[in-house]
């Protein structure tokens, strides 16, 4: 059973570039979730994609942005890269059958981005 | 939003000691989840515990939904323990979770 995959590993870009991070959700998962988390700090919720939408957003910039294909698999974009944005990028997913009930969440590896 | 509050923010222990690590939410939750966070960054599930006990080897943990804390017990700790430890929750269906700001656990030979 495979679990929750990120790539790259590591990504090294200069301030004002682009990137794109990539998760595929564990086998049997529906939900993706992004996570920040800057050094020496809790994880940080991006936004989460349900049915190839967002479904939930934090408290970041319109930079942010992401996908969800037909397959479950997820992207985080981040346009115009400030030195801030260097931290540990975590995708998260979990499994929906809709009601009031909460699943529990399993994580990647996660992508550590250092902007220069 | 719920507030999450780990404590105490870092414990040192002697190799064999047993600790219990605090976790206090504000609100009621649906999800509470503790991971431990080893030196790449990995997550590791430890519990999924939004009420009752658990167990889990020398882990186990209670959640006390009422009273809005969580506890989780280390015994017998080894070296590899050591790393950081975090407690995370909801409050709706499938929502974000929300984190503590984690509990550094060192555990000298």
């Known amino acids: 059973d495979a679990g929750v995959t990120q790539s790259p590993t590591h990504l090294i870009k200069t301030r004002g570039q682009q990137v794109t991070l990539r998760c595929s959700p564990k086998?049997?998962?529906?939900?993706v979730s992004w996570y920040q988390q800057a050094l020496g700090q809790g994880p940080q919720f991006i936004f989460q994609?349900?049915?190839?939408?967002?479904?939930q957003r934090g408290n970041f910039p319109d930079r942010f942005s992401g996908h969800q294909f037909p397959n479950y698999s997820s992207e985080l974009n981040v346009n115009a890269l400030l030195l801030g944005d260097s931290a540990l990028y975590l995708c998260?997913?979990?499994?929906?059958?809709?009601?009031?009930?909460?699943?529990?969440?399993?994580f990647g590896p996660g992508t550590r981005l250092t902007v220069t | 939003g719920i507030q999450v509050e780990q404590s105490p923010p870092d414990l040192i222990l002697q190799e064999g000691a047993n600790s219990t690590l605090r976790c206090n939410f504000s609100?009621?939750?649906?999800?509470l989840q503790w991971f431990h966070q080893n030196p790449w960054g990995q997550l590791i599930n430890l519990f999924y515990?939004?009420?009752g006990t658990k167990q889990n080897g020398r882990l186990s943990a209670t959640t006390v939904a009422t009273e809005r804390y969580s506890l989780l017990y280390i015994s017998s700790s080894q070296t590899t323990d050591s790393g950081v430890y975090f407690c995370?929750?909801?409050?709706?269906?499938?929502?974000?979770?929300?984190f503590g700001k984690g509990i550094t656990l060192s555990v000298r030979p």
């Open positions: 998260a997913s979990s499994f929906d059958r809709g009601g009031i009930f909460s699943y529990e969440q399993y």
């Open positions: 995370a929750v909801n409050n709706g269906a499938n929502s974000k979770l929300t």
């Open positions: 609100d009621s939750v649906n999800n």
């Open positions: 515990i939004p009420s």
């Open positions: 994609y349900y049915e190839e939408e967002e479904r």
């Open positions: 086998s049997g998962h529906d939900t």
